[in-house]
């Protein structure tokens, strides 16, 4: 079975620094995605940025942006000029497509618990 | 808007009831899932559907049961044998095949037993 490891329960970080958040995991598969969540005080899950495994290239979105090592199996996420609505709970998740079709299910780590200080 | 409502937002419950979670998206996705996210922990499967009339279990679904008679909607019941179902419970939905396999949230029902 796969599992998460967010090894990090609590970071914090001063607006508009660069901050790095960790994430392993553990699979024998070749061919998966892995993602990483925010939740904030809100608790709704939002999606913050996407790998697939097949891909070298590391994943970037606007201030977001990962190191995806598949050879060590990490996943970490970088949040450059970091602001105050980025204060959240961020989560590293799994997935393992199913080849006929059709999503599996995502398996999450503990958690990070992020805090920005102005 | 296109998007994943649940309701209510928040829930209270008697022990040795059965209450129902509502969990309805307009994204015409075809899968749905319901997690359970307790404090403390990543979130964890109970239930999810590939499509209409058809569903399987998750890690926990001891406790739960669920529908699938349309495909906007994926109610999730939590019935008087789940032994403590004080939790957060978020719901999602996804399109496979689309290569995104992406799953999005809903904003999440708070169920608490009194």
């Known amino acids: 079975a796969q599992t998460v490891t967010q090894s990090q329960p609590e970071m914090s970080v001063q607006e508009a620094e660069t901050v790095t958040l960790s994430c392993t995991y553990d699979?024998?598969?070749?061919?998966?995605?892995l993602f990483w969540y925010k939740q904030p005080p809100s608790r709704q899950m939002i999606l913050v940025i996407r790998q697939e495994a097949y891909k070298q290239q590391n994943a970037t979105e606007n201030r977001f942006s990962v190191n995806f090592q598949k050879a060590a199996k990490s996943f970490s996420l970088k949040i450059s000029d970091s602001q105050l609505g980025d204060t959240a709970m961020y989560f590293c998740a799994f997935m393992k497509p199913i080849t006929q079709g059709g999503s599996e299910k995502l398996v999450f780590g503990k958690g990070t618990k992020l805090t920005v200080n102005p | 808007d296109g998007g994943i409502t649940q309701s209510p937002k928040y829930l209270f419950r008697k022990e040795g009831q059965n209450v129902t979670l509502s969990c309805e998206q307009n994204?015409?996705?075809?899968?749905m899932y319901w997690y359970r996210q307790d404090p403390g922990q990543g979130l964890r499967l109970i239930y999810y559907s590939q499509i209409v009339n058809d569903f399987q279990k998750g890690d926990i679904a001891e406790g739960y049961s669920v529908s699938r008679e349309k495909k906007e909607s994926f109610p999730l019941t939590v019935t008087s044998a789940q032994k403590n179902p004080t939790a957060f419970y978020l719901c999602a939905s996804s399109t496979p095949g689309e290569g995104t396999d992406t799953q999005y949230f809903g904003p999440g029902t708070r169920l608490t037993v009194l």
């Open positions: 699979t024998s598969e070749n061919n998966y995605y």
């Open positions: 994204l015409n996705h075809d899968a």
